[in-house]
């Protein structure tokens, strides 16, 4: 019973007895006023109990405010404050990485046997979260490496700014968001390795730990960033003008939500006071089983470094195409003349079981499949991909004096995606070079990659 209820029916019973009285002998009339006078302290005792009940509710709202709501989704620990201005979220993700070589001749006898290995080529564990709800923070530690573990490096260390809708301003060991390969994450590209060419251009100002102030916003349907960076986490880092880069990215989508979608956007870097004054372009051939790189310029004498160029994608539905074109300036000091290099690549990726490619404005990247059966849910089989990319990069420049080689890539994948949690990775590559300093100056091999990743 409510405390108007209550009140209403006391009412009533004094007013029916009032009422009354007349009627009633006069020898009664103490008793009754003796009963009314009970049923109005009973009255005061409920409307007391009420007032105390309400009280007591009061308070545990007051003291649940420093509740924490804890969460599991995805496997992934979380932590909120009650009031939502404090989240502590722990996630990790580990790539274990199996290869196996076949080389030609040439191939072994320019590097030896490339090691058939297995390793770890990410483990990455640490924590995020948010401060007064305004600021955002990323702990990341990576163990993995290419070729062998390590002992553990700063992933990622940095603090943002949130606090404009649609803007994050960053500041300490971030990854710079450059290309569209690199900007796409570790746990949703499509191959094993990006493709040589995103790796060049992230090797001259951007790329993991990565000292840097910077920003990153979008809109519905653009998005652009903007960084200044020194050298990575570990390089000595000075604050008098070595390692300086400014990088920064602009993609515009047509349709990011849903439907056809057209993404088209443009990377550039520039690198001055460069260390030592030297620079140089190498990669590995798009598997880090083996760290053999097989492509080089070596290290090239030079003041400044500049790197451009567009980024094109479409999805629709189970269907996504990519690709990225980028060109390499390097000013020279002295009397050898600038040096010019170029990289592309194309891909193309189909996902079997029907579920459709996702695409993020707030990175202008693609987010990774999720499964819409996933394995041993209620029978489900998971999702199964199959992509091919042809990948190129032209390290010769002969005018300048360089003959870093001509690095032909296919591959050829098959993705599992089990959950949203396990994905498996079947990689086919034929690398071929050409045109690298004598000797063996034509050399190939082909490969076979297995990737087990677990993410939480």
């Known amino acids: 019973m409510t405390l108007r209820n209550i009140l209403l029916a006391g009412t009533a019973i004094g ?10 002998a006069a020898s009664n009339t103490q008793a009754e006023l003796d009963a009314l006078k009970a049923q109005i302290e009973a009255l005061q005792r409920k409307i007391d109990d009420v007032e105390i009940q ?10 649940r405010k420093s509740d924490v709501k804890v969460g599991l989704k995805n496997g992934r620990p979380s932590f909120e404050s009650a009031d939502g201005n404090f989240t502590f979220e722990i996630s990790g993700r580990a790539h274990l990485d199996w290869g196996y070589y076949d080389q030609d ?3 072994k006898a320019r590097f030896g046997g490339l090691g058939n290995n297995i390793n770890f080529r990410r483990a990455i564990i640490g924590a995020s979260g ?5 600021f955002e923070y990323d702990l990341y530690f990576n163990f993995g490496d290419s070729g062998d573990e390590k002992a553990g490096d700063i992933y990622e260390a940095a603090l943002h700014y949130v606090g404009i809708d649609g803007l994050k301003l960053s500041i300490g060991a971030i990854q710079p968001k450059l290309t569209l390969d690199d900007s796409t994450s570790s746990n949703d590209i499509t191959f094993i390795e990006r493709a040589t060419a995103a790796n060049l251009m992230t090797g001259i100002g951007a790329g993991d730990g990565r000292m840097a102030v910077g920003a990153a916003g979008n809109t519905d349907n653009f998005f ?18 070595d390692t300086s880069n400014v990088l920064g990215r602009v993609a515009f989508a047509t349709s990011p939500k849903e439907g056809p979608n057209f993404h088209i956007g443009l990377s550039g870097t520039y690198a001055a006071n460069l260390p030592g004054d030297a620079i140089r372009l ?3 051939p798009e598997l880090r089983v083996d760290a053999n790189r097989m492509i080089d310029t070596g290290g090239m004498v030079a003041d400044t470094a500049l790197a451009y160029g567009p980024e094109l994608a479409f999805n629709y539905g189970p269907f996504r195409a990519q690709g990225e074109y980028y060109r390499y300036e390097v000013d020279q000091l002295g009397v050898a003349p600038d040096a010019e290099f170029e990289a592309w690549y194309l891909q193309a990726s189909w996902i079997l079981t029907g579920e459709s490619y996702k695409y993020s404005m707030s990175k202008a990247a693609y987010s990774g499949v999720s499964p819409d059966n996933p394995f041993m849910a ?5 999702a199964w991909e199959i992509a091919a990319r042809y990948s190129q990069a032209d390290l010769n420049d002969l005018g300048a004096g360089i003959q870093g080689g001509e690095q032909d890539i296919i591959t050829v994948g098959l993705n599992w995606y089990a959950n949203k949690n396990v994905r498996f990775m079947l990689n086919y590559l034929n690398v071929e070079v050409e045109n690298r300093t004598a000797p063996f100056a034509d050399f190939g091999h082909d490969a076979i990659a297995l990737r087990t990743q677990f993410t939480f």
Do not use: Q
């Not at 007013?15 to 009633?24: G, K, S, V």
């Open 15 to 24: 007013a029916a007895a009032f009422l009354a009285a007349p009627a009633f």
């Open 54 to 63: 309400h009280g007591n509710a009061i308070k545990s709202l007051e003291e």
């Open 105 to 107: 001749d040439n191939s």
């Open 130 to 134: 948010t401060v007064w709800k305004d």
């Open 224 to 241: 652009g960033a903007a960084y200044y960076t020194m050298g990575s986490v570990g390089a000595g880092n000075t604050t008098d003008g």
């Open 282 to 284: 190498r990669d590995r």
């Open 378 to 382: 209620g029978g489900g089989m998971g």
